[in-house]
């Protein structure tokens, strides 16, 4: 998650905050109300343990370098908040730059 504001980064990580449930947690629910319930709950901290979070494009770089370093070439970023195309005109603008620079 990206942002230039570093707390509308992690609030956007909410949005998916299932993702950082346990398989645990997921297996003793069949309900999705239930489940939403349960993460709605987490702590944002925890929520957001599943993206890259920053307002510094320098360290989403540096974090997406682990995965180059491993062979990844075709990389697919998207927002886990609401406004994608927010998300996509900063991304642009801040993060994809510095990405073509160390990597290209």
Do not use: C
Request: hydrophobic share 40%; net charge negative.
């Amino acid at each position: 998650s990206f942002d230039t504001d570093k707390a509308r980064a992690l609030e956007d990580t909410r949005q998916w905050a299932a993702l950082a449930l346990t398989p645990k947690e997921k297996m003793t629910v069949e309900d999705p109300v239930e489940m939403q319930h349960l993460a709605d709950a987490l702590p944002l901290e925890r929520a957001a343990s599943r993206w890259i979070v920053s307002s510094d494009a320098d360290e989403h770089v540096e974090r997406i370098g682990y995965y180059v370093g491993l062979g990844f070439r075709n990389l697919v970023f998207h927002a886990p908040g609401p406004d994608q195309a927010r998300f996509l005109k900063l991304y642009g603008e801040h993060v994809l730059p510095r990405l073509r620079k160390r990597f290209d």
